[in-house]
């Protein structure tokens, strides 16, 4: 039996024992994942105080439910940007004091290694339609796909509470045996050694319309690198396992895009995500496309004008029209540089994670 299928199977053991967690329990600190990989860590999903208190009953119906009734209309449309929590201010803030410390060359870390994406089971069902706006006053724009479009419905919107507030990122849908994970960027799922509470992920979101629900995160996982050293942009990656939805895990239902690490700089990738910060709204899936470039120290960037709200938004390479590769995703920027959007490059630290969740399956 191989390393990787083992460590899966171990994994999966720990996802049941997440899915029986009690509902109504919100821990400061809760349980750390066993994994045979120290290079990432992770955690059972939680829910706040605030949202716990209003659970009834256990386990995962009683928890969706809860996270359903905390997530009001009003509470969205409130979260702030990624950019507003604390730590990550403030590590944005020393990374621009010390520009220096990215200057050694990005280069793969050893073997090229990917999954394909994967249409779903089934073609999913939509409620309701989007349309969006087609203007917008930089580089970026939006794609107007149709709802159902596959890129649109593997992306999506997050919500998640941290450090007393609440937030928003972007995240995406990636192919893996267990059919469960959404992938975005560290900050969107912990700071300061805390674990994010009332993880939420809302597929094809667009100007307030969830035409698929609501998806609630059952593990959190990241880098050890990251969890310990929030200054460590070159670990900012994340991996969200989430629960089933109408008995439904999440690929199976929606598809997911493939994945991709060590492969050359220089990829064409189209970059989507959900930015939220001026001037735009956090309504509509946006887009950017071009190419990518060593930004030194681990990090790769390309020419992006999205702002906070879009971190955790796939870079997709190979990119079809509707199916492609991530290998990389909005994660930071240079004050002094709006034009550019920096990604960790993704080496071997996101071939350790996604080995460790590729078999957890909800």
Known sequence: MSTRLLRGLAAAAVMTAATLATAGTATAAPPTLTTPNSAVIGSTAQLSPEAAGTATGNGPDARQQALAAYWTPARMKAAKPDTEIPTVKAALAARDSNRTQGTNATRPQGPSGSMAPAAPATE???????????????????????VGHPTARTSGKVYFSLGGGNYVCSATIVNTEGKSSVWTAGHCLTGNQAWATNWTFVPNYNNGSAPYGY???????????????????????GSAVMARTSGWRITDYFGGQGIAWNFAIGQYDYAFGYPAASPYNGEVLTAENGSTYDGGGGTIYMTNY?????????????FDGNWGYLNGHNDFKYNVLPQYMFSPYYGNQVADLYNNVRYISS
């Open 124 to 146: 999913p069902k939509a409620s309701g339609s989007t349309a969006a706006p087609s203007d917008m006053s930089t580089q970026s724009y939006y794609p107007n796909y149709p």
């Open 215 to 237: 998806w609630y995160a059952a593990q959190l996982w990241t880098t050890t690198a990251f969890f310990y050293n929030n200054n460590d942009f070159a670990n900012d990656v």
């Open 306 to 318: 999205m702002t906070g709200g879009s971190s955790g938004g796939g870079w997709l390479m190979a």
